[in-house]
Every structure is written in C-alpha cells, then in structure tokens.
C-alpha cells in the first residue's frame, strides 16, 4: 500500500515566520511530487512541483525534495495570514501510469 | 482560456432523485478524476479514467458510476441519491500536473 504522510496540525506560526511542512512517501520508485493549497470549502490549487532531488523555489515557496530519505517539504517564507489553509502533498509513483497518492493535509495556521 | 468547470457548484436533493454532476476540461488532458472529500477530511479518489471509454474505480467505494465518451467531459451519476451521499465531489485533470475545477457541493436530504 503506498502511503503519503503528513502531520496533520494545526501548525500555527506568526506572522512574518517561516513555515516549515513536511511530508514523507513509502513508494521509493515515486518520480514526481506536488504541494497543493487548499482553502476551507474550496478545491486544492496545485502551487508546487518537484521532479529532483534539491530545492525549487518559486517566490516565497521552497520546495525540497530528498528521495533517498523518501522526504518532501515545502517551506513558506515570510508567512501571511491568507497562507491560512491546509497543504496537500501529493506523489506520482514510478511508471508510465499511476494516480497522485495524497497526503491527509497539515493546517496551517498564521496568526497577524 | 484553458479550465476544469464542475456544475452545478451547489445542489440540495431529495432522496431518492437520480443526478448527474458534469465536468468538463479545455485543456485536452487524457487523465481525468473523480474525488469525494467531506469538510475537514482527506480525499478520496471515487473514480478515474485514462482516456475516452475508460473508466475505472478508485480506492474509495461509491455507488456513483461514470462515463468518458468524449476527452473533455467526465460526468458522475446517481442513480439514487441518499443523505449518505451528502459531500463535496472534485473533478481533476491532468498531463503530469494535475488541477482542480471548483467542485459540487451536494446535499442529499
């Protein structure tokens, strides 16, 4: 059964700090691995995608990826209270097909 | 523009009525998904399909059925509706990198 586990929160952080998620997966031939941002009552919004292993930065976003630790994180710098919501990490397994293996979520919380 | 549109985007039924919840995508993608999420709770993947007439179901069981006769349409049907049914339903595309459309939030009473 491959896995994707996430702690779940709420993880609560001031404003202006950096936010630190993270994210491991049980499937070691996984290839592809993706940070979505949901919204209470609204649909995931993919804000992040990681192929190999080293960091991606895309403005105040980080995403790291360590595959021989089986590790994904997303780090948010200076966190703003619309960060507000709770981060999906979600992994394609190897091979040409396959379905994203999501994680259960971790809520953030950014206090003003 | 290319999209993923879900209608309707809200729905209060009474048990028992047989409904369909559409989605269509403009983004040419083969992959394409059906999820069932309650508030506060993970996702769960209810249906998916490869491409055009096929259709398969996920990790979740669900007594919905679906459909793909064109690329970019992939409706989710019930045929009998009951309160147990009560959710939200994200449909999904995707190349590598998969999107979200704004979902439908079905209440069965």
């Known amino acids: 059964q491959k896995e994707v586990e996430q702690n779940s929160g709420p993880l609560s952080v001031p404003e202006g700090a950096i936010a630190s998620l993270n994210c491991t997966y049980s499937d070691r031939g996984s290839q592809s691995f993706f940070w979505y941002r949901q919204y209470s009552g609204k649909s995931p919004e993919l804000i992040m995608s990681i192929y190999s292993n080293g960091d991606k930065e895309d403005g105040r976003f980080t995403a790291q990826l360590n595959k021989a630790s089986q590790y994904v994180s997303l780090l948010i710098r200076d966190s703003q209270p619309s960060d507000s919501a709770t981060y999906l990490c979600?992994?394609?397994?190897?091979?040409?097909?396959?379905?994203?293996?999501f994680g259960k979520g971790t809520k953030l919380s950014v206090k003003p | 523009e290319a999209d993923i549109y879900q209608t309707p985007r809200y729905l209060v039924i009474g048990t028992g009525k047989k409904i369909t919840l559409e989605c269509s995508q403009t983004m040419g993608h083969d992959k394409m998904y059906w999820y069932q999420q309650d508030p506060g709770m993970e996702l769960h993947l209810i249906h998916y399909?490869?491409?055009?007439?096929?259709?398969e179901k996920g990790d979740l069981s669900s007594e919905s059925t679906v459909s793909r006769i064109r690329t970019e349409h992939f409706p989710l049907t019930l045929e009998s509706a009951r309160p147990s049914h009560t959710s939200q339903y994200l449909c999904?595309?995707?190349?590598?990198?998969?999107?979200f459309g704004p979902g439908t939030r079905l209440t069965v009473l």
């Open positions: 399909s490869y491409g055009v007439n096929s259709t």
């Open positions: 999904a595309s995707s190349l590598t990198e998969q999107f």
């Open positions: 979600a992994v394609l397994g190897g091979g040409s097909q396959g379905n994203l293996i």
